[in-house]
């Protein structure tokens, strides 16, 4: 069964380094997303890919996080740099287009210290 | 002002029994979705089943299926016959337009309500 692939799956940084996260998506899904998750909440996008173009990044903290889906398949989120508040389950979604179910990878865990 | 409110912090339900998982909405448009997800707690997040604003028919989906009431604004998530393997966090989550050309969209969730399931 095909599935998102995320990793790391846990990451330890100090504040003020550099942090990057990859997501492969199910093959054939044109729409990408970057969710970051606190604990006890639901999950909030930060950005939306549609193939390799920006669809919504209107909740990314653009002065210190970028993301990028170059060829339109696999992407990364990084975060640079690293603040405390920015621990969090950082979870990465694929669906064959917008509007339809989203499939999610297992996440990353993400511990700034 | 909340989109998707889940007003049920915690449930518990015994095994072998249904439970009703509530979820109440907010929005302008015509055209929407209602999504339910699972997340265990190894975090991933599990897609459930899938109510579109204009099917008549409530949504179901082996022991899962959606209570949708369109007047009320509430898309409640039914399980019946309660395992073990169901205590988990259970999201609701609604897709609504993010243009006024209505060709992209966006996924808002709820603050979720986790359920157990005692044996």
């Known amino acids: 069964e095909a599935e998102v692939a995320q990793s790391p799956r846990y990451k330890i940084t100090e504040k003020s380094q550099a942090v990057a996260f990859w997501c492969d998506p199910i093959?054939?899904?044109?729409?990408l997303y970057w969710y970051r998750q606190i604990l006890g909440q639901g999950p909030e996008l930060l950005v939306q890919f549609q193939d390799e173009s920006v669809v919504d990044d209107s909740q990314l903290p653009k002065d210190r996080f970028s993301a990028e889906r170059l060829k339109g398949v696999d992407s990364t989120l990084k975060i640079q740099p690293a603040e405390l508040g920015d621990s969090a389950m950082y979870l990465c979604a694929s669906s064959l287009a917008e509007g339809y179910e989203q499939y999610f990878g297992p996440g990353t865990r993400l511990t700034v210290t | 002002a909340q989109k998707i409110t889940q007003t049920q912090p915690g449930m518990f339900v015994q095994e072998k029994e249904a439970v009703t998982l509530d979820c109440t909405y907010d929005?302008?448009?015509?055209?929407?979705?209602l999504f339910w997800y699972k997340q265990p707690s190894s975090g991933e997040m599990i897609f459930l089943i899938y109510q579109g604003s204009y099917d008549e028919q409530n949504a179901t989906e082996g022991r899962y299926s959606l209570n949708f009431q369109k007047a009320r604004k509430s898309a409640n998530l039914v399980i019946s016959a309660s395992q073990l393997g169901d205590s988990a966090m259970y999201f609701c989550a609604m897709r609504e337009s993010i243009n006024s050309g209505g060709s992209n969209y966006k996924l808002t969730f709820g603050k979720g309500t986790l359920l157990t399931v005692n044996p």
């Open positions: 929005t302008s448009d015509q055209s929407y979705g």
């Open positions: 093959s054939g899904h044109a729409t």
